[in-house]
Antibody, heavy 120, light 107 residues
Framework: EVQLVESGGGLVQPGGSLRLSCAAS????????INWVRQAPGKGLEWVSI???????YYADSVKGRFTISRDNSKNTLYLQMNSLRPDDTAIYYC??????????????WGQGTLVIVSS | DIQLTQSPSFLSAFVGDRVTITCRAS??????LAWYQQKSGKAPKLLIY???TLQSGVPSRFSGSGSGTQFTLTISSLQPEDFATYYC?????????FGGGTKVEIK
């Protein structure tokens, strides 16, 4: 069964750093696309970042230069290093596996999410 | 950036009603559009991809249509378990974006 489990969320002060993890099972993180998506409390979904099987990465403008997506193939785990955190980064962070159809990858399945709160 | 505008943002309907949600893209995205369902406190779930293809396991009362800039999600006969928020999403180009969501309430 394909499963994603996020961890690493918590309370951090503005300007601080946090690293989120997304442990995968049932597939290899090195062989597919994986995304991070966030959702601020009571708000909609915002795509954050993607890493391709090739290692290529893309970011939303709102996090570019502050967040870094990476993976550890030996641990079958995806990461999101978040630096220079701001209060508007407060959100539930989900990882979502790319489900490839043709040349594109849809988001399926998703993990259960981990909550990040940026506050002093 | 491609903007997705969903309408309505909220709707209330009876069990058995036919419900339609619209998603409009700010520029053409072919059929690179998906629909997700999110129930309260849960992660989103993929319902439809490529604008009209039902994901495995999703009830056939859900359907999608459209291409270019206009898309619709239809629930042919609303069920109590369909109470949720629905989001459209494009994967045409970066940055990927989601619509603002449509919250569906059962009357």
């Amino acid at each position: 069964e394909v499963q994603l489990v996020e961890s690493g969320g918590g309370l951090v002060q503005p300007g601080g750093s946090l690293r989120l993890s997304c442990a995968a099972s049932g597939f290899s993180v090195s062989n597919t696309y994986i995304n991070w998506v966030r959702q601020a409390p009571g708000k909609g979904l915002e795509w954050v970042s993607i890493i391709y099987s090739s290692g290529s990465t893309y970011y939303a403008d709102s996090v570019k230069g502050r967040f870094t997506i990476s993976r550890d193939n030996s641990k079958n785990t995806l990461y999101l290093q978040m630096n220079s955190l701001r209060p508007d980064d407060t959100a539930i962070y989900y990882c979502a596996k790319g489900w490839v159809v043709g040349a594109k990858a849809w988001f399926d399945p998703w993990g259960q999410g981990t909550l990040v709160i940026v506050s002093s | 950036d491609i903007q997705l505008t969903q309408s309505p943002s909220f709707l209330s309907a009876f069990v058995g009603d036919r419900v339609t949600i619209t998603c409009r893209a700010s520029q053409g995205i072919s059929t690179y559009l998906a629909w997700y369902q999110q129930k309260s406190g849960k992660a989103p779930k993929l319902l439809i991809y490529s604008a009209s293809t039902l994901q495995s396991g999703v009830p056939s009362r859900f359907s999608g249509s459209g291409s270019g800039t206009q898309f619709t999600l239809t629930i042919s006969s609303l069920q109590p378990e369909d109470f949720a928020t629905y989001y459209c999403q494009h994967i045409d180009s970066y940055p990927l974006t989601f619509g603002g969501g449509t919250k569906v309430e059962i009357k």
